[in-house]
């Protein structure tokens, strides 16, 4: 796939909106709901998921940290209790997620270790090389031009810093991949309609990861917007994949 393809993907067809508009209004309406979603959907292993990203900076020893789509500060706040950095900072366009973040931060006694911000991750405010690591969990799929965010990315990153980026992929071999296509296709949306009230969102999700472009194809786009030593790492039969690269 290439990365036009999930640009094309929105969750409301036929709206006026950009596909960034969009996004920000389906995660502003499930944001109450989001983190119990991920939990129950996932049956809890999207938890172990985000602790193996971050294990991959543990060596570099990061002192300051960006959080890309950070939605309800989940990753940031496990990156703090894990790599403990000096401060991480967490970019969202959805306010609605980030007040609940916010709420979760202070409840961890984070307020001084964590700031969250509403920010377009591909226009990210911050000068060249500011930080040592960027982290990015299931966000990167949602940006309105793919090539664009992951460019700013490495811009904001240090020459030696590192990018983890952590995404759903589609599992090759039977019969993962037949069980995934059919809990995708039914039950997803039907989670979405009556647990999250949002068919749309939970529809737009199995479409956006199966035009998202995934292994080799992801790491081409990685290494042609500057990054280098990219790496890819699939997790649970396939079903995640957790992309590494170096500035």
């Known amino acids: 796939m290439a990365s036009k ?16 508009e969009q996004i920000a209004h389906m ?3 499930i944001a109450g ?10 049956l809890g292993i999207d938890v172990t998921w985000r602790k193996k990203a971050l294990r991959m900076l543990r060596s ?13 500060a989940d990753v940031a706040i496990m990156a703090q209790r894990m790599l403990q950095p000096d401060h991480i900072t967490g970019i969202d366009i ?30 990210i405010n911050f000068p060249d090389a500011t930080f040592d690591a960027i982290t990015a969990a299931f966000g990167v799929r949602n940006f309105e031009n793919l090539e664009k965010g992951l460019s700013e990315m490495c811009r904001v990153l ?14 090759t071999k039977t019969p993962v991949k037949q069980l995934y296509n059919f809990y995708f296709r ?40 500057g990054f280098q030593a990219v790496t890819c790492k699939t997790l649970t039969f396939g079903i995640c994949s957790i992309y590494c690269a170096t500035r």
């Open 33 to 42: 709901r989001y983190d119990f979603l991920n939990r129950f959907m996932s």
């Open 94 to 123: 959805s306010e609605g997620m980030l007040e609940l973040g916010r709420i979760k931060v202070t409840k961890a006694g984070l307020d001084g270790k964590i700031t969250l911000q509403q920010g377009d991750s591909e226009t």
């Open 186 to 225: 039914y039950i997803t949306p039907w989670i979405g309609k009556w647990i999250a009230r949002n068919k749309a969102a939970y529809t737009y999700l199995p479409s956006s990861v199966k035009a998202f472009p995934q292994g080799q194809a992801m790491c081409d786009i990685l290494h042609k917007v």
């Open 60 to 72: 570099l020893q990061p002192k300051q940290m960006l959080d890309v789509a950070t939605g309800t």
């Open 5 to 20: 393809d999930v640009q094309k993907v929105v969750p409301f067809e036929g709206s006026k909106l950009s596909k960034k």
């Open 27 to 29: 995660f502003d309406d």
């Open 158 to 171: 240090k020459p030696g810093g590192k990018a983890v980026i952590l995404e759903f992929s589609n599992p």
